[in-house]
């Protein structure tokens, strides 16, 4: 159990009174949903000892993982621990590539961490040689295979480009590198040296990983299917061993030959047996990174909707029961890394700042509706009544309007924010948004005039309204929930020392995974724990 997890457990189920400024309410602040190890979780990795190592680009932190006890400790903690994939020399060296700075790095026994390499954007999947030289490559924001000197003086070596997204991959026993190509579906064999790539098998959907084990197979996990599949590396046949969930994302064999594979959506690691398939799990969490959340009552019952980055779920704000609606990756799934969510009548909507996506999904049957693509790291979007959806713009510091056919007339409504994250829809054409930079919430009217509510905070992010129309804000840099009156800008503090606020990532933005709020139609608050991967909710004593 990490540190943090360790001590957010003070956090639940305790009583928390307001400011003094605040009448004598108090509320009690329960863990809805429990919380979880990683913050998603990608590559991993087996030492000679046995150890396994799992890494996690948003959580910045490279772990090891309790096999036995199903917990995890970080072993390098950001920023330079984010890790997308983890490999071992033949001296136990360990290395791992951090995807969104675009470095490498390594540390061998509990010496210090060197640099290696830098300038690579999307630096994903490594492996070293027999020889104990190392390679590694780019994909997503980029498609290359370098040379990587070891020592760190030389700069990268690029070997190839454009192969189609060449991921996790191992040198095979004739010293070749065997890994699949994402983009096309195919495990490719790559001799280094003559920098030749030849197909060794197809017909996968979206394959992600390949590793050896002792007898010389080749194992492969698809993403998109969740299948782990043994390929003869001479022929190329296949078989399906082991039928798991999607989003899968890397796997590592032992020197027992123990398959342990991670999926993203599961924050979790499953143990498979080669000969069986059986699969046994060593780790998971209920929820994987939830960011931004909606709430919907219907006949008492309130609904939370998870824009939880590696999958869209919903939750059960009586019982905590954890619904999934779909999953990244999944085999004709549209989905696409959702950080924010709103949700209101028959809609709900995600935004993603990675993707520049906002995607209209029908509340009641979760089917997508819209997908609109190309905004500048939206953070949050509401549908208007005539049809219309505004967004928070946070790359272009604008309230975006969409309209017309798919939303493609994009006019901006007000512009100049500093750091546009959570917005709330109010009564008419007027909507709250937090402006996390600068520290307020204003009023904006879809005329574009705007009215500061509430200023000096400390970047609020989720924003929801409440029955009696107080606003509901998540001031993460104070680590609490307050209420603000919008008629004259009172704050009430509702519930502090929160475990909200999870330190952006090296190469991503301030505002990292937003602090979701929602309430539920008695007044029920439900935020979101990015820190725990858990839920909590607020109850007024």
């Not at 970080?74 to 890790?83: K, Q, Y």
């Not at 030289?133 to 295979?145: C, E, G, P």
């Not at 040296?193 to 996968?204: H, Q, T």
Request: no cysteine; net charge negative.
């Amino acid at each position: 159990m990490t540190s943090w997890l360790a001590l957010a457990t003070s956090v639940a189920a305790i009583v928390i009174g307001t400011t003094a400024a605040a009448s004598a309410q108090t509320y009690e602040v329960t863990r809805l949903v429990p919380g979880s190890a990683f913050h998603g979780v990608h590559g991993l990795g087996v030492d000679k000892a046995g150890r396994l190592f799992a890494g996690s680009v948003a959580g910045a932190a490279l772990y090891e993982v309790d096999r036995n006890n199903g917990t995890a400790k970080i072993a390098v903690p950001s920023p330079e621990g984010m890790s997308d994939d983890i490999a071992f020399a033949p001296d136990g060296t360990m290395a791992w590539t951090a995807f969104l700075t675009g470095d490498l790095y390594s540390r061998k026994g509990d010496g210090p961490v060197k640099k290696l390499a830098s300038g690579l954007p999307g630096i994903n999947s490594l492996a070293y040689r027999k020889d104990g030289r190392l390679y590694a490559t780019q994909v997503f924001l980029d498609d290359a295979l370098y040379e990587i000197d070891v020592e760190g003086v030389k700069p990268p070596r690029k070997i190839m480009e454009k192969m189609g997204g060449l991921n996790g991959f191992e040198f095979g026993p004739d010293d070749r590198l065997y890994g699949p190509l994402w983009f096309k579906g195919q495990v490719a064999r790559v001799d280094v040296d003559k920098a030749e790539l030849s197909v060794v098998a197809d017909g996968f959907k979206i394959p992600a990983a390949a590793n050896f084990d002792s007898k010389g197979n080749l194992w492969v996990v698809d993403t998109a299917l969740g299948q782990l599949v043994r390929v003869d590396p001479k022929t190329g046949a296949r078989k399906v061993v082991a039928q798991l969930k999607p989003s899968l994302d890397n796997l590592a064999i032992d020197d027992m030959d123990r398959i342990f594979v991670s999926n993203m959506a599961d924050n979790g690691i499953q143990e498979v047996d080669p000969e069986t398939g059986a699969a046994k799990q060593v780790i998971i969490g209920k929820l994987a990174l939830p960011g931004g959340i909606g709430v919907v009552s219907d006949g008492g019952k309130d609904t939370i909707y998870i824009a939880d980055v590696f999958a869209y779920r919903t939750v059960d704000g009586a019982t905590g029961e954890v619904s999934e609606s779909s999953r990244m990756h999944a085999d004709g799934v549209t989905l696409e890394y959702p950080m924010s969510a709103t949700a209101k009548g028959d809609d709900v909507l995600l935004s993603s700042w990675f993707t520049g996506t906002v995607q209209l999904i029908d509340r009641k049957t979760g089917k997508t509706k819209e997908m609109l693509h190309g905004f500048k790291a939206p953070h949050d979007a509401v549908k208007l009544g005539d049809g219309s959806i505004l967004v928070n713009e946070l790359g272009s510091k604008s309230l975006v309007r969409a309209s017309g056919e798919h939303g493609k007339d994009r006019t901006v409504v007000i512009s100049g924010l500093e750091g546009p994250v959570g917005l709330a829809a109010g009564s008419g054409d007027t909507v709250y948004l937090t402006e996390a930079f600068a520290g307020q919430v204003s009023k904006v009217a879809t005329s574009g005039e705007k009215t500061v509510i509430a200023k000096d905070l400390k970047m609020p992010e989720g924003i929801a309204i409440a029955p009696d129309g107080k606003l509901i804000v998540a001031e993460v840099g104070a680590k609490r929930i307050i209420q603000i009156d919008p008629k004259d800008g009172t704050v009430t503090e509702i519930a502090a020392n929160l475990p909200i606020g999870l330190p952006a990532a090296p190469g991503g933005l301030p505002s990292n995974i937003p602090t979701g709020v929602g309430i539920g139609a008695t007044g029920v608050i439900y935020f979101s724990s990015d820190l725990e991967n858990a839920i909590y909710k607020v109850v007024r004593k």
